[in-house]
T-cell receptor, first 110, second 114 residues
Framework: GQQVMQIPQYQHVQEGEDFTTYCNSS?????IQWYKQRPGGHPVFLIQ?????EVKKQKRLTFQFGEAKKNSSLHITATQTTDVGTYFC??????????FGTGTRLTIIP | DTEVTQTPKHLVMGMTNKKSLKCEQH?????MYWYKQKAKKPPELMFV???????INESVPSRFSPECPNSSLLNLHLHALQPEDSALYLC?????????????FGSGTQLSVL
């Protein structure tokens, strides 16, 4: 089936350092969404990207959609302890089915 | 805070039990979803209801039986589960189920099958 791979699987950073997670697909995506799941919590929608090469910012978070619409990235500047969690990209492959990427678990060292 | 409410938050059941998970939303959404999430894994889609009709069943075993009594409610009936079915069960909703819609997730039911 369709898969969306994320790297890295885990990332440990010192508080204040930057963090980036990458999402890759073998097929062209119509759009891509990003979700955050805190430890013990549920996924919460962050953003959706639709256009080729699109870049969106939310405070310290920068989201990019690749020119070929096969990859995406999430970059966090100057991480804080509140950024802890697992970040998932997700996309729909032609129907209602929203498929989640493998996720990147971010831990912060205070 | 979530506008999708799931009950119970935790459930322990034996392999011969019958139980139900409940999900409710009052956002007027017409698409509702059940996802299963094992520890340290992404959510996996189980079922999608669109306008109270089952539109996607991801080859889920028949021991899981979904039900959508009305546009606000979604149930998941459980019968004769196996220990490997232990997981976090997440309910979600979206406006109509269209390609560009975001999902609103409930807090989930943590299920343990003994």
């Amino acid at each position: 089936g369709q898969q969306v791979m994320q790297i890295p699987q885990y990332q440990h950073v010192q508080e204040g350092e930057d963090f980036t997670t990458y999402c890759n697909s073998s097929t062209t995506l119509s759009n891509i969404q990003w979700y955050k799941q805190r430890p013990g919590g549920h996924p919460v929608f962050l953003i959706q990207l639709v256009k080729s090469g699109e870049v969106k910012k939310q405070k310290r978070l920068t989201f990019q959609f690749g020119e070929a619409k096969k990859n995406s990235s999430l970059h966090i500047t100057a991480t804080q302890t509140t950024d802890v969690g697992t970040y998932f990209c997700a996309s729909r492959f032609g129907n209602e089915k929203l498929t989640f990427g493998t996720g990147t678990r971010l831990t912060i060292i205070p | 805070d979530t506008e999708v409410t799931q009950t119970p938050k935790h459930l322990v059941m034996g392999m011969t039990n019958k139980k139900s998970l409940k999900c409710e939303q009052h956002m007027g959404h017409r698409a509702m979803y059940w996802y299963k999430q094992k520890a340290k894994k992404p959510p996996e889609l189980m079922f999608v209801y669109s306008y109270e009709k089952l539109s996607i069943n991801e080859s889920v075993p028949s021991r899981f039986s979904p039900e959508c009594p009305n546009s606000s409610l979604l149930n998941l009936h459980l019968h004769a589960l196996q220990p490997e079915d232990s997981a976090l069960y997440l309910c979600a909703s979206s406006r109509q189920g269209g390609a560009g819609e975001k999902l609103f997730f409930g807090s989930g039911t943590q299920l343990s099958v003994l």
